[in-house]
């Protein structure tokens, strides 16, 4: 790999994933790494600890199908030597052709992977100024992510002249195995997980709905407690991760066409396909808790125990987190930066470089 950046010295701001993975690829290089992170002197409103690399929302890295698009980026990831992707597979959960974590692991290899580095120095304090950040090192890296803290995000727009924009993101629920009714709930994977010509893997919980079980289950969720008391526009949600019941709200069976749709798997008690399903994955290697598949939710947490309730299975679930709303950051991308991801207006000081979701970069 080379020493190629022996005596600069790089401050990069965030250590999410692209903080922490550029952060270790800077210092294999030979660059002394500044790497500043809030948490948890600042936390955020959905962050859990103050580990590096946490997964926030969902466990799941996407497909590791070659033919798919996240097949593809975890194919160059591996041939450029990410470290993180090594993580992910040494902290792997099972979810059928994806790629998930066992997400407290995942961070804590690497946390220790960034306090092993000599060239690594750690400060525990937020940026608040981009200027300043910029003046005390070579270079400097942005990747401060979505949940970019105000007073940051604010200096800058105040830099680039722009406002930040801005989406609706939100994470799903998890629940507790031992609380869930295994008269109801199947282990199956989707036949399109399982692999050609393989039987299904079983990677997945499935909670069955019959279409009574349903429309009930789509009128409590429509007239549930919002937490964000506003009415979305649908410019101001992530596509990839709509609330369930923002979903609803499109028509009726909305959702059973999109994160309920029950195709490719089979009731063992009835021998057919249900109506609607909500699939579960793993949240850890031993199956202690379960992630809700695309359930992400904007409903307060009363009425998340209320409505989730009539999930066939759920009538005892037992909640590890509820699902949170939180509002996401990033910028004009193809405005504000160059091919090289550097910001096309300068502040004071070394060039500003930006990284990952703050960029606009999901996933």
Known sequence: ???????????????????????????????????????????????????FAELVCSNSLKSEKPASAAGMLKAELDVLGSRLMGFARQTRVPAGGALAVEREEFSALATRAVKDCPLIEVQRREARDLSAEARETDALVLASGPLTSDALAASLAEATGAESLAF???????????????????????????GEGELARGDYLNAPFTKEEYERFVDELLGAQCTVKRSFERKDLFQACQPIEEIARAGRDAARFGPMKPV???????????????????????????????????????????????IPGFEHAE????????????IDAPRLLDASLRLRAAADGAPVFVAGQLAGTEG
């Open 1 to 51: 790999m080379g020493r190629l950046l022996e005596g600069r010295r790089v401050t990069v701001v965030g250590a999410g994933l692209a903080g922490t993975e550029c952060a270790l690829q800077l210092a294999a290089r030979g660059a002394a790494v500044l790497l500043v992170e809030m948490r948890p002197v600042v936390s955020t409103e959905v962050h859990r600890g103050g580990g």
């Open 168 to 194: 609706y993101d939100a994470a799903a629920p998890i629940v507790m195995a031992d609380s869930l009714d295994y008269a109801r709930v199947f282990r199956q994977s989707r036949y399109e997980e399982a």
């Open 264 to 310: 490719g798997l089979t009731d063992p008690v009835t021998g057919r396909r249900p109506w609607a399903v909500v699939q579960l994955r793993a949240e850890d290697r031993a199956g202690q808790s379960f992630n809700l598949v695309g359930f992400q939710t904007n409903l307060t947490f009363s009425e998340q125990r209320r409505v989730f309730s009539l």
């Open 319 to 330: 909640f590890a987190r509820y699902g949170v709303m939180h509002r996401n950051t990033f």
